[in-house]
């Protein structure tokens, strides 16, 4: 009897309800030291595939004898193999991760984050395997959605699933660690979409403008935009119903935005800064930071979620607590993680200048972010 299989959905669930979870990665040493499957309750060990070609002998002792083991490769199909060793081996309860770490980078976990003043409810899509956070704003029926990820299905279903009409599409900035697909799914449901223009000189699509101060409406919800540069020069965040403050990649939980993905790291940290001391120290204590990527799993909260109160962030983050200029200015040059895989490409793609098929879009895609400062 072979080894059984496990979708990535059901795998996240597991996590995210905080069940012990033990995973055995088979991928090259490298690729897993690069980005791996995380969680507050997950063990994980790395086994290469190529380790275990006559058994598993190898990784006998480090395995649990009384719980499921899950393991996942690149795309699924040497997943099958080791866990099928497994079962021989004497570990009846091992699992393949369907789709492996492709399948793991695109899954989007739909979270509630709370009630809107004007009625209606915010939700965070979740993509855990890429640290991406998406918004759906939703209130009398009607729904607008907050860098949207190119993976539609999941919204679509979430929308049929609660009978909304799709109004607005919405990118805090031009993205260049994932593609956006806010701008297909508007054409898909007739909905608008909108970019802020200083993104946008280059863009190959008609858009709309997203301004200081411009205002949706989505329902009775007001979705309120906010001039925010330094990730990028149009960098604009969202302040929804006055409760809950959308970053994009300004300011995460842990960390603040890098400004450097279209090479202006020099021009743009004095923008940062100005965006991080000043605009958005006016602002109340109370707003819920709502980013766009979150850095490790430390920073989601127990329902999965990734946000905090503003005020906690500016006592507790060490990026909004850097008092001189020069070593703000220090610190976002050249404290620096590894460009994301393909960012560039990923820029012209989200500017229409290219049109990868489906296949090249995931290559491009796979790993971590990286869009926050260290």
């Given at each position: ?225 906010l001039y925010s540069p330094g990730h ?71 329902d999965g979620s990734i946000s905090e ?66």
């Amino acid at each position: 009897m072979g080894a059984k299989t496990i979708s990535v959905k059901e795998l996240v669930r597991k996590i995210l309800d905080h069940e012990n979870v033990f995973i055995i990665d088979a991928r090259n040493t490298d690729d897993f030291d690069d980005w791996k499957i995380e969680g507050k309750n997950v063990e994980v060990i790395n086994a290469p595939y190529f380790e275990l070609l006559e058994g598993v002998d190898p990784i006998k002792d480090q395995l649990p004898k009384d719980q499921d083991l899950f393991v996942v490769c690149a795309k699924g199909g040497s997943s099958e193999f080791v866990a099928d060793q497994l079962v021989e081996a004497g570990f009846p309860n091992a699992f393949s991760v369907e789709g492996g770490m492709k399948a793991w980078s695109e899954h989007l976990e739909p979270v509630r984050i709370g009630d809107l003043k004007s009625g209606g409810t915010l939700y965070q899509f979740v993509r855990i395997g890429k640290g991406c956070l998406s918004y759906l704003i939703e209130s009398n029926g009607e729904a607008a959605i907050v860098d949207t990820n190119r993976m539609l299905e999941p919204y679509e279903e979430f929308i049929q699933k609660h009978n909304l009409k799709l109004k607005a599409l919405l990118d805090t900035h031009l993205h260049a660690d994932h593609i956006s697909g806010g701008r297909k799914m508007a054409e898909k449901e007739g909905a608008e979409y909108y970019l802020p223009p200083k993104d946008a000189e280059e863009v190959t699509f008609s858009y709309n403008p997203l301004n200081d101060g411009d205002e949706i409406k989505v329902g009775n919800a007001v979705i309120s935009a906010l001039y925010s540069p330094g990730h990028t020069i149009g960098s604009t965040s969202f302040i929804v119903d006055d409760q809950y403050l959308l970053t994009g990649d300004i300011l995460f939980i842990d960390s603040i935005g890098r400004p450097d993905l279209a090479g202006k790291a020099e021009d743009w940290v004095g923008d940062l800064r100005t965006t991080l001391y000043k605009r958005y120290k006016e602002l109340a204590d109370e707003l819920v930071v709502l980013p766009a990527h979150y850095m490790t799993i430390k920073e989601m909260n127990d329902d999965g979620s990734i946000s905090e109160k503003l005020g906690v962030l500016y006592a507790q983050n060490h990026g909004l607590n850097i008092d001189s200029e020069e070593s703000f200015r220090k610190t976002v040059t050249e404290n620096l993680p590894p460009q994301p895989n393909a960012y560039q490409e990923i820029r012209e793609t989200n500017m229409g200048k290219i049109d990868p098929d489906l296949e090249k879009q995931r290559e491009m895609e796979i790993g971590p972010n990286r869009c926050a400062v260290r």
